[in-house]
């Protein structure tokens, strides 16, 4: 069984009352970002040493404790000992620190005590120095044995210093931090200011993963400013989703009543909420708004276009306005599911580009050639998805 123990005792370096393992970090808080690195790795419990509950704190485990993992606070080494199981195999992490998730990973994988380093000359702020010249890195592996020894000691003793050099006397392997990882960022931060900046870094490494042109030049950017400051107002991923839901609804209203360009412009806002919200709902571990968001930025792209073409064609007494975009819905259709089946090029559409393509032909007086443009797109992207899947 793999647990994983966490610590939330430092203030914050510029927030007076606050502590550090609860600063925003990514969408969240940075414990709630630590407990996701442990959960990667297929932890049952979470253990959290805590100097005093905060309310920041406490709605912090109770986001985590709704991942499905048993989550105790406990104040030193005895309380700790008592929640964890005696074959338990233990991952520390640092308070404060910054990490990825194949850093933790490596370090679970051990057997036995093991400690993550770094050269002492190398060392970052808040490392602490273990023998052979090397400084502890923040990540350990050991087992609850290693608690036990910290039990008997006086409680005066700050716990996570008392673990690592019980580690250490026991002959812990040490296991030393490419260089790779140091470029990634990790280290100890309790600066709520850099903490953000970092967040900011690891949001835009999880959505490097998705090469459309539009999330690279629009919703990446979008991302860094927005969410951190959602994350620092507390704002949930309900809401989020509730003002994606009310702006797509006012933009499909404003259309139907004949302002095609106003419309499109309130629906494109109501989606990249959405995108915001599916972030945040990544971030956050919430599968089910996750599921509803992209739902969601599918949908009223397509609502949008069609309502746009029924309205024009309403006005022009025609219907080749919604051949059109009934055209274009089928071939964006199967180009999604075409391009996801295999790797997808950086200029190929989504759902987003098309709508925000549209809504500048509808700003500019010319709905029907959007429509037709959308199409065209749709279908180009079409077919250099199946010929890409024909090479493969």
Not at 78 to 102: C, E, N, Q, W
Not at 270 to 278: Q, R, S, T
Request: one cysteine or more; hydrophobic letters at 55%; charged letters at 15%.
């Amino acid at each position: 069984m793999l647990a994983g123990l966490l610590f939330a005792t430092h203030e914050a370096e510029d927030r007076s009352g606050m502590l550090a393992a609860t600063l925003p970090f990514a969408a969240a808080t940075l414990i709630e970002y630590q407990a996701r690195l442990l959960l990667a790795c297929d932890a049952a419990q979470i253990v959290v040493v805590v100097s005093r509950l905060t309310p920041e704190l406490i709605g912090a485990l109770a986001r985590i404790g709704r991942r499905g993992v048993a989550v105790d606070t406990v104040r030193g080494a005895a309380d700790a000992l008592a929640k964890l199981h005696p074959l338990a195999r233990v991952v520390m992490i640092a308070d404060g620190l910054v990490t990825t998730g194949d850093v933790v990973s490596r370090v679970a994988g051990e057997a036995g005590d093991a400690l993550l380093v770094v050269p002492a000359a190398q060392a970052s702020p808040g490392f602490e120095r273990v023998g052979g010249g090397a400084a502890w890195a923040g990540v350990a592996r050991i087992d609850a044995g290693r608690v036990a020894d910290a039990a008997r000691l006086p409680e005066d003793y700050d716990l996570q210093s008392t673990l690592l050099h019980a580690a250490e006397q026991a002959g812990a392997r040490h296991v030393t931090l490419r260089l790779d990882g140091m470029a990634m960022g990790h280290g100890i931060e309790r600066r709520g200011v850099a903490l953000e900046e970092r967040g900011r870094a690891v949001l835009s490494a999880s959505m490097a993963v998705r090469p459309s042109w539009f999330e690279r030049v629009v919703l990446r950017p979008l991302a860094r400013l927005a969410i951190p400051w959602i994350a620092r107002n507390g704002i949930g991923t309900e809401a989020c989703s509730a003002a994606a839901g009310t702006a797509t609804l006012a933009g499909l209203a404003t259309i139907a009543f004949g302002l095609p360009g106003s419309g499109l412009a309130l629906v494109l806002v109501g989606v990249l909420a959405a995108e915001l919200a599916g972030a945040l709902a990544l971030f956050r571990d919430e599968p089910g708004m996750l599921r509803a968001n992209r739902v969601a930025i599918l949908v009223a792209p397509a609502l949008a276009i069609l309502l746009l073409a029924h309205v024009v064609d309403g006005q022009t007494a025609t219907t080749s306005a919604r051949l059109l975009a009934l055209f274009a819905l089928v071939v964006g259709g199967v180009g999604e599911r075409a391009a996801s089946a295999g790797g997808r090029r950086p200029w190929w559409g989504v759902a987003p580009a098309y709508l925000a393509l549209l809504t500048l032909f509808a700003l500019s007086g010319l709905p029907v050639i959007g429509i037709a443009a959308v199409a065209t797109y749709a279908s180009a992207t079409l077919i250099a998805a199946v010929e890409r899947l024909r090479q493969t």
